[in-house]
């Protein structure tokens, strides 16, 4: 089993920056392939990036070049570094951590208003 708690979320202006956090407990943290999903009420989860066990990372198109992820594995904690915020980023979003099963958070609100 693996217990995931994001945090971070908030309001924010466009243009401006929010990290979030999800910190695993209850298993070998390292092992998991760490994702953040967001969704949109009325639209389906989305994948927003994903990084391995061993660091390599994968993003969705909408957020390439203003979004970053990174794993501590010492911390068991996954980020999400999200820059240059638009309106669209506007969403709740989920920290996944996969290993054969899939695991998820209860979800963080980001807002971004004009």
């Known amino acids: 089993q693996v217990q995931l708690v994001e945090s971070g979320g908030g309001l924010v202006q466009a243009g401006k920056s929010l990290k979030l956090s999800c910190a695993a407990s209850?298993?070998?943290?390292?092992?998991?392939?760490m994702g953040w999903y967001r969704q949109i009420p009325g639209k389906q989860r989305e994948l927003v990036a994903e990084i391995t066990s061993g660091g390599s990372t994968n993003y969705a198109d909408f957020v390439k070049g203003r979004f970053t992820i990174s794993r501590d594995n010492a911390k068991n904690t996954v980020y999400l570094q999200m820059n240059s915020l638009k309106l669209e980023d506007t969403a709740v979003y989920y920290c996944n951590a996969a290993y054969f099963l899939n695991y998820w958070g209860q979800g963080t609100q980001v807002t971004v208003s004009s």
């Open positions: 209850g298993s070998i943290f390292s092992i998991f392939v």
